[in-house]
């Protein structure tokens, strides 16, 4: 719901907290840039901290995001968290996969990510139904109460595992040149498009930031 389910709720966002079309965008466009620019070094952080740690954190983080969202008074504060949630969502994904990979082995490691891929998949899916329900009844706001309301058992669960955590240091090292290269060619990109509604698609503003993150997404190549 906090992640699938934004979109849904974008209309009575936009009635609640006003509808400036650059800002609503960036409610789903900040989870989408923080998700994907944080998934590059969430494994190294996963590697250094721990898998088990890192689940934590990343799991605090999303909690947190979903509070904030939830009491958010304007846009601004709505964007800023949802760019928040993408960084916890990606912590959350790496560091799962990681320590599915270190507590599961051969014919049950196969198994554990098989559920973890179904659970994303079903997550994902019913995210969009479910969050209509939870909109229609207790308003827009409902579906980051309820994922904070879930992160908290989630993490209640994982400090009450006996799952040992793990770390590996030495395993691997952020490439700090290329994850800022990354980020700034994925910002631009998503940056263009989101205003492309505004300034036009064909504008010298869009076009000029699109054609400078391709440059970027190259070079990081």
Same mark, same amino acid.
């Given at each position: 719901?906090?992640?699938? !389910?934004?979109?849904?709720?974008? $209309?009575?966002?936009? *009635?609640?907290? !006003?509808?400036?079309?650059?800002?609503?965008?960036?409610?789903?466009?900040?989870?989408? @840039?923080?998700?994907?620019?944080?998934?590059?070094?969430?494994?190294? &952080?996963?590697?250094? +901290?721990?898998?088990?740690?890192?689940?934590?954190?990343?799991? %605090? /983080?999303?909690?947190?995001?979903?509070?904030?969202?939830? +009491? =958010?008074?304007?846009? /601004?504060? @709505?964007? /800023?968290?949802?760019? &928040? =949630?993408?960084?916890?969502?990606?912590?959350?994904?790496?560091? *799962?996969?990681?320590?599915?990979?270190?507590? #599961?082995?051969?014919?049950?490691?196969?198994?554990? %990510?098989?559920? %973890?891929?179904?659970?994303?998949?079903?997550?994902?899916?019913?995210? $969009?139904?479910?969050?209509?329900?939870?909109?229609?009844?207790?308003?827009?706001?409902?579906? #980051?109460?309820? *994922?904070?309301?879930?992160?908290?058992?989630?993490? #209640?669960?994982?400090?009450?595992?006996?799952?040992?955590?793990?770390?590996?240091?030495?395993?691997?090292?952020?490439?700090?040149?290329?994850?800022?290269?990354?980020?700034?060619?994925?910002? @631009?990109?998503?940056?263009?498009?989101?205003? *492309?509604?505004?300034?036009?698609?064909?504008? +010298?503003?869009?076009?000029?930031?699109?054609?400078?993150?391709?440059? @970027?997404?190259?070079?990081?190549?």
């Amino acid at each position: 719901m906090g992640v699938s !389910g934004t979109g849904v709720a974008l $209309p009575y966002i936009a *009635s609640d907290l !006003g509808s400036h079309p650059t800002r609503l965008q960036w409610v789903v466009n900040g989870f989408n @840039l923080t998700f994907a620019v944080f998934s590059l070094v969430a494994g190294s &952080i996963s590697d250094h +901290l721990g898998r088990k740690r890192g689940l934590l954190l990343g799991s %605090f /983080i999303f909690g947190l995001s979903g509070v904030l969202s939830a +009491l =958010a008074p304007n846009l /601004i504060i @709505l964007d /800023i968290a949802r760019g &928040i =949630a993408g960084i916890g969502a990606a912590i959350i994904f790496a560091c *799962s996969g990681a320590l599915l990979a270190v507590t #599961f082995s051969g014919s049950a490691s196969a198994r554990a %990510f098989d559920l %973890f891929g179904t659970a994303a998949g079903v997550g994902l899916g019913l995210g $969009p139904t479910v969050s209509s329900l939870a909109i229609a009844a207790t308003g827009w706001k409902g579906i #980051f109460w309820f *994922s904070a309301v879930a992160i908290s058992i989630s993490i #209640f669960l994982t400090l009450a595992s006996r799952i040992r955590d793990t770390s590996t240091p030495n395993q691997s090292k952020v490439d700090y040149p290329g994850a800022i290269t990354f980020a700034a060619s994925l910002s @631009l990109i998503i940056t263009g498009i989101a205003q *492309s509604n505004t300034w036009g698609c064909t504008s +010298l503003g869009t076009v000029t930031l699109i054609c400078l993150g391709m440059v @970027l997404f190259i070079a990081f190549i």
